[in-house]
């Protein structure tokens, strides 16, 4: 009777269920709680990113009202120069290159060339072209642009092309001077 008592024996059928138990408990751990730990350590490095951000956003908001400040004191003129038309005589539009590279140094631009059209003079031509080519930035760039448009013989701009060149942008437009 010992040797029954020793001997410990489990029926077939509870093995099953036994396994069956454990296997759906392993099924219930790989299925919802790694799942759930890489959503949880990937909420955790968006909150920590986040965070990073708000700090950030923390040391620049003082820097950023003292350049809104700035801002707001500096007067910037919000309309564009538009004096009233004028046309030019033939003999002055010898002149026109001289004011166009004065106009482009101005806005901090470097002149490559400006070459009225001569060709385009004779007879009873209204309007002249001018080929102008300088290198700049587009802040520079806007700024001719505001101070071309101040002139008053310029008719409108016909051709404007902007490529990149070596060390800046460079322009290339025509644009048409009215003439008498």
């Not at 410990?8 to 299925?31: D, E």
């Not at 620049?60 to 030019?88: C, H, N, S, W």
């Not at 309007?127 to 102008?132: E, G, I, L, Q, R």
């Amino acid at each position: 009777m010992d040797e029954k008592k020793k001997s410990f024996s489990i029926p077939k059928s509870s093995i099953r269920y036994l396994l069956i138990c454990v296997g759906i408990v392993i099924l219930f751990i790989v299925a919802g709680l790694f799942p759930m730990g890489y959503a949880v350590s990937s909420l955790d490095q968006k909150e920590q990113a986040l965070k990073q951000k708000v700090q950030e956003q923390e040391q620049l908001g003082p820097i950023y009202q003292t350049l809104q400040k700035q801002l707001t004191e500096k007067k910037v003129p919000t309309t564009l120069p538009l004096p009233a038309r004028t046309r030019l005589s033939k003999e002055q539009v010898d002149q026109v290159p001289v004011t166009i590279r004065g106009l482009a140094r101005a806005a901090q631009l470097e002149v490559m060339s400006v070459n009225p059209e001569l060709g385009s003079l004779a007879g009873t031509a209204k309007t002249a072209p001018v080929v102008v080519v300088v290198r700049g930035g587009m802040s520079q760039f806007r700024n001719f642009f505001t101070a071309l448009g101040g002139l008053s013989y310029v008719e409108r701009f016909d051709a404007i092309e902007v490529r990149p060149a070596q060390t800046a942008l460079e322009l290339k437009m025509n644009l048409m001077v009215a003439l008498n």
